[in-house]
């Protein structure tokens, strides 16, 4: 996903088809080269999967297709962790906005040549992209037309982040325009500290789309964002109740119960049947 004008305009064309498409509040993001973080609020973790899944397999048949990339795009699934309370929102925002800082990449999150939301946070900028019907496309090529009438121009919608939704458009505003500058202030000091320089946006969009990176960062993902420890445990222990309760349905189901007549927990994916030799029929919902 390296930079550039036309992989940027498909990257928020299909995030903003995403969202017309699936009933997702999209508060914060950040598109690197090689990865991406959201900040979103999600009715459901089925919308949320089907989001993502609309997301990232767009993205990579795409940009893959712009690209000339012919192998797998994404190292692994997505990952999604909950957000606990304001404090830890204010840091996951802050962690989101620096990306290209804190790589050494850019001075600014302002310059960041990328899909970018700081204009849009800071100043209310709108951003688009553009969206191809691609079968529509080929169809009407193929009946001597040129295919421009199934090209979508999406507009990616930010909605404030959950409790900042009482503040004025301004307010908000100014709060973002904080959290940029302390990232700006902070990448100075550290570059000065450790007399290091970045690489630049010209040479950031000049890089290769098959480079790859001299240093990769695994580290397993929290179990959620939150402010205390207090918080992380309650967290736990309702996520240990909810795998109880999941197993013993499974469980259940293994042995030959009904699936409509097993409970599973709240927004959870139950397993599938299992295949069955004996013409014995299963409920299934």
């Known amino acids: 996903m390296r930079p550039s004008a036309e992989t940027n305009s498909i990257i928020l064309g299909v995030l903003g088809r995403a969202l017309a498409l699936f009933p997702v509040r999209l508060h914060v993001f950040a598109f690197v080269s090689n990865h991406f973080h959201l900040i979103a609020t ?29 192998e797998r795009f994404w190292g692994r699934r997505f990952s999604a962790t909950p957000i606990e309370d304001d404090m830890a929102l204010r840091r996951r ?16 999150p302002r310059d960041w040549p990328g899909p970018n939301c700081i204009g849009a946070l800071t100043r209310g900028e709108r951003l688009t992209g553009i969206w191809h019907e691609q079968e529509r496309e080929y169809d009407s090529r193929k009946n001597g037309r040129t295919g421009r009438e199934h090209v979508i121009e999406y507009e990616v919608r930010l909605e ?3 409790g900042w939704e009482e503040l004025s458009e301004n307010e908000r505003r100014m709060r973002f325009e904080r959290i940029v500058c302390d990232i700006e202030r902070e990448t100075a000091k550290r570059l ?6 970045v690489l630049g946006p010209r040479r950031v969009m000049e890089q290769s789309p098959f480079s790859m990176p001299a240093q990769t960062k695994q580290s397993p993902a929290p179990p959620c964002h939150a402010s205390s420890a207090r918080a992380i445990k309650e967290y736990l222990d309702g996520y240990k109740e909810f795998v ?5 349905a499974s469980e259940r189901l293994k042995t030959g119960e009904m699936k409509g007549a097993v409970i599973f927990p709240e927004h959870c994916f139950p397993p599938g049947l299992p295949y069955t030799e004996d013409g014995v029929v299963l409920e299934s919902s």
């Open 160 to 162: 404030p982040p959950p």
């Open 244 to 248: 109880a309760a999941y197993r013993e």
């Open 42 to 70: 999600t009715p459901d973790f089925l919308t949320l999967s089907s989001f993502m899944c609309f997301l990232c397999g767009n993205v990579a048949r795409r940009v893959g297709k712009h690209v000339g990339w012919r």
């Open 93 to 108: 925002i802050r962690y989101v906005l620096s990306h290209g800082c804190k790589e050494n990449l850019v001075l600014s």
């Open 192 to 197: 000065l500290r450790e007399k290091k320089t």
